[in-house]
Every structure is written in C-alpha cells, then in structure tokens.
C-alpha cells in the first residue's frame, strides 16, 4: 500500500500581510503574492546606485542653490561595492589632491616602508601631513616628473585624469571617481602591502589642523578619517577657486565610507571650504542607506 502525502497549499499571504508590506489595498485584494515577493526583495536590497545618485544629485544641486555662489561641485561616494555620483564626468583641475597620487608612487618604489630614504619620507610627510609644495616638487621631480605622473595614470587606471600640458602637478586634471581609484590603491592592500597602505594611512590620518576639514566635516566624534585636501585659485576660473577633499571614513564596525568631492568657481578658500564640508554632510546618510 502506497500512502500518499497530501501536498502543501501554496502560501497566499494575507491582505493584512500585503498592505504591511506597502502593497495597495486593491492589488492586495485581487492577490498579491508576485508582487510581496518583490517588494520584500527590494526591502532587502534597498535603493539602487542609480536612486542613491538620484537623491544625492538633487540634494547637492539644492544646496549649491542656497550658497549665493557660482561654485559647481563633484560628488563620488562609496562603500563596500555600492556607489553613488554627482557630475562624476566633470574634470577640474587637481591642486593638492594629487599628492596622494604623488604619495603611492613613492611606496610603490620601494619594497618596504623602511627601504625609502630618510628624506624622502621626510619630504612625503611634509607633502601629505602640511600640503608643503616645495617638498612636493623634490619628491615629484625624484620619482620622475611629468612623464612617470603620466604613466602613473595609466598605471592606477585614472582614465580621466591628465598631465597639465606645462607639467606642473597642481594642474593635473582628473575627475572624483579617478580620485576614489587613487583612494583604493594608497589605503587598502592590493597593488601596496599593508605595511605600505598603513604607513599612507598614518600620514593621512595627521593632517595639521588647519588642513582637517572636508570630508572629516561628517565624521562621528568615533570615526576615524584619512583624508587630503586641495585648493588653490585658478586664472582659467578668473581668480576664483577650486577646493576639494578626498579621502576615508572608517566607521567602528562597519563599511568605511570612501569620498571624493570637488569644487570650482568659489569665491574664497573658506567659502569653498564651507561647501565642500556641507556636501559631505549630504553625501553621507545617502551612501549610509546603501544595503551591502
């Protein structure tokens, strides 16, 4: 004799069910199951790139309205795998922020921290730590100038970014997403030993205090931020300013967020300051609601 196991009803959720789910009454009522699937899925991935680029584009684009300013500004935030951009194909000319680049050719000399030369690493701390530009040009000039800058691009996958046709590195162009390339290769292991990527984060992490702004503008009190900051005035923006900040917040016990923003046609140094210090306020909670 055969027993036969009677078979399961397939599950039918509830209409009480469906509308706690946010599916309407009237789809609830003609039967929702494919569409409570769904919608439980979406709670489970939570808002793609594109709508987390969306609401970061249209809370920038607000703000930037308020500040009684001609100043444009580029967003590019992440963490883990999820990303979100504003004007990410905008280019804008380097000033300081390549130093970090600057910094990762220097590791990626040597085959340990302690093989660099006492003074060269002197001259990397005074570049990273103060923004000092004379030690920035020794270091640049040490490693090879323009060319190997140019073949640094290539190298680190800067697809956007370019050597200034006179050489001089502050006016290196690139875009915030180059910028967050440069942020994955200096401070986490991969093309640099951790040994190297800590030694870039020590530096990083000791930026005098005049300099601590910008992206550590939206840090917690527990936070740690690694960060460079650039600015400078610029004739092609007819003495007007660019001012920009890059780099890391490692938040206790959860993804770091990494972010790249930058701006052009400030009035002033501390103006731009304030913007790029708001942006990141912005930035954050947005990437924040990226489920990983």
């Not at 039967?31 to 899925?41: P, R, S």
């Not at 570049?127 to 004379?134: C, E, F, G, L, R």
């Not at 009190?221 to 900040?245: I, P």
Request: charge should be positive; glycine fraction near 8%; aromatic fraction near 6%.
């Amino acid at each position: 004799m055969t027993l036969h196991t009677p078979e399961r009803p397939a599950f039918k959720p509830s209409r009480r069910l469906l509308l706690r789910a946010g599916i309407p009454a009237a789809v609830a009522l003609a039967g929702g199951t494919a569409l409570y699937g769904a919608t439980i899925a979406a709670a489970q991935t939570g808002p793609t790139d594109a709508e987390l680029s969306a609401e970061l584009a249209t809370k920038v684009k607000a703000y930037l309205g308020t500040t009684g300013t001609a100043t444009y500004a580029s967003v590019a935030v992440s963490r883990g795998n999820r990303r979100a951009v504003y004007n990410k194909s905008r280019v804008h000319d380097t000033a300081s922020v390549v130093k970090m680049e600057i910094l990762l050719m220097l590791l990626e000399k040597y085959g340990t921290v302690s093989a660099i030369p006492a003074e060269k690493k002197d001259w990397a701390r005074l570049m990273i730590t103060q923004s000092h530009n004379d030690s920035t040009t020794k270091l640049y000039n040490f490693l090879g100038g323009c060319d190997a800058l140019a073949a640094a691009h290539v190298r680190y996958g800067l697809t956007s970014t370019r050597a200034s046709s006179d050489c001089r590195w502050g006016l290196t162009t690139t875009t915030v997403t180059d910028q967050l390339k440069v942020v994955d290769n200096l401070l986490y292991t991969g093309r640099l030993t951790a040994e190297k990527a800590d030694y870039a984060r020590s530096l990083m992490g000791s930026v005098i205090d005049s300099q601590d702004w910008g992206v550590s503008g939206a840090a917690n009190s527990s936070d740690t931020v690694w960060l460079k900051n650039g600015w400078d005035t610029r004739t092609s923006l007819g003495g007007l300013w660019v001012v920009h900040s890059v780099g890391v917040i490692n938040i206790p016990n959860k993804r770091p967020v990494k972010m790249s923003i930058m701006t052009s046609k400030a009035p002033s140094q501390s103006k731009g300051v304030a913007i790029v210090e708001q942006i990141a306020k912005i930035a954050r909670p947005v990437i924040m609601k990226a489920v990983i």
